[in-house]
């Protein structure tokens, strides 16, 4: 059974930066996707970038080019840096998980096969 469980999120003043952790486990084929997403309160869940677990090749949506970074590490866990943060970042963060040869284009509707439960990132002013 796949699983992918987030942590890392907090509370952090406007400016500050944070480092989020995805952990995934249960796959049973060796490359995968690991994408971001995080849902606003009252937004609907926007993607973020996502990378791929064989070539640690990268992909962000361009709201975010610049201030986030995807990287991996040489096992199984995906992480998301957030730098310069502003209070409209507040929102749950989620890594997801989908089939090297789905494109991600930052939407869920037709990518995320499995999904982790969420970590909060507040950001104050």
């Known amino acids: 059974e796949v699983q992918l469980v987030e942590s890392g999120g907090g509370l952090v003043q406007a400016g500050g930066s944070l480092r989020l952790s995805c952990a995934a486990s249960?796959?049973?084929?060796?490359?995968?996707?690991i994408g971001w997403f995080r849902q606003a309160p009252g937004k609907g869940r926007e993607g973020i970038g996502c990378?791929?677990?064989?070539?640690?090749?990268t992909t962000y949506v361009d709201s975010v080019k610049g201030r986030f970074t995807i990287s991996k590490d040489n096992a199984n866990t995906v992480y998301l840096q957030l730098n310069s943060l502003k209070p409209d970042d507040t929102a749950v963060y989620y890594c997801?998980?989908?089939?090297?040869?789905?494109?991600?284009?930052?939407?869920?509707?037709?990518?995320?096969?499995?999904w982790g439960q969420g970590t909060q990132v507040t950001v104050s002013s």
């Open positions: 997801a998980a989908d089939y090297p040869w789905l494109r991600f284009d930052g939407t869920t509707r037709n990518w995320g096969a499995w």
């Open positions: 249960g796959f049973t084929f060796d490359d995968y996707v």
């Open positions: 990378i791929r677990r064989s070539d640690g090749g």
